[in-house]
């Protein structure tokens, strides 16, 4: 199985800061990666597939690089409405795996 | 529009078995596969396995299998996930999400908490 490893477990940022979480895969996914948003006691919302592709509706401030095993989402410019959990998610092969978790919390 | 819509909350004892529906709309359901992602309360989430609504096929992540059965009726547009011998860490939000192609998911069920307890 692919083990996927987010970094930090939890962040304190404010309104306006740029964050950037990182998701290493243990074996190389080929960019068949996803982010996703969750608040609480709702879904996950699918930020970017594709590492880097940003799905309809998502505001642009939010944007993903990497290739291999090394992975990063960035918020360029946090808003309130971004304060949430972020999952990683490799769908190169099964068993799909996500990402522990990443906390964004206010400061 | 694309719905899923997940039955409601259950409370089982241990050892028993539970069945969640996802009734699709808004798509051909036939068309995309559906995935099973669970999450324990306050923990991460947790790929489960998925069906192909066309041929009924599955593929089930190891640790599941030999206790979840996916199943669908393409008559209702609806996909199963029954979880058998359950156990109190099964305890859980259950999602259906749909594959948009690649298995990564665009559309999500609301959840459906499990709750195991004697």
């Known amino acids: 199985d692919i083990q996927m490893t987010q970094s930090p477990s939890s962040l304190s940022a404010s309104v306006g800061d740029r964050v950037t979480i990182t998701c290493r895969a243990s074996?190389?996914?080929?960019?068949?990666l996803a982010w996703y948003q969750q608040k609480p006691g709702k879904a996950p919302k699918l930020l970017l597939s594709?590492?880097?592709t940003l799905e309809s509706g998502v505001p642009s401030r939010f944007s993903g690089s990497g290739s291999g095993t090394d992975y990063t989402l960035t918020i360029s410019t946090l808003q309130p409405e971004d304060f949430a959990t972020f999952y990683c998610?490799?769908?190169?092969?099964?068993?799909?795996?996500f990402g522990q978790g990443t906390k964004l919390e206010i400061k | 529009q694309v719905q899923l819509v997940q039955s409601g909350a259950e409370v089982k004892k241990p050892g028993a078995s539970v069945k969640v529906s996802c009734k699709t709309s808004?798509?051909?359901?036939?068309?995309?596969?559906m995935h099973w992602v669970r999450q324990a309360p306050g923990q991460g989430l947790e790929w489960m396995g998925w069906?192909?609504?066309?041929?009924?096929?599955?593929n089930y992540a190891q640790k599941f299998q030999g206790g979840v059965t996916m199943t669908r009726d393409t008559s209702i547009s609806t996909a199963y996930m029954e979880l058998s011998r359950l156990r109190s860490d099964d305890t859980a939000v259950y999602y259906c999400?749909?594959?948009?192609?690649?298995?990564?998911?665009?559309?999500w069920g609301q959840g459906t908490l499990v709750t195991v307890s004697s």
């Open positions: 074996q190389g996914i080929s960019n068949s």
């Open positions: 594709a590492a880097s």
């Open positions: 998610q490799q769908y190169y092969s099964t068993p799909y795996t």
């Open positions: 999400a749909r594959d948009q192609g690649s298995g990564y998911y665009y559309y």
């Open positions: 808004g798509y051909t359901f036939t068309g995309y596969y």
């Open positions: 069906i192909n609504p066309n041929s009924g096929g599955t």
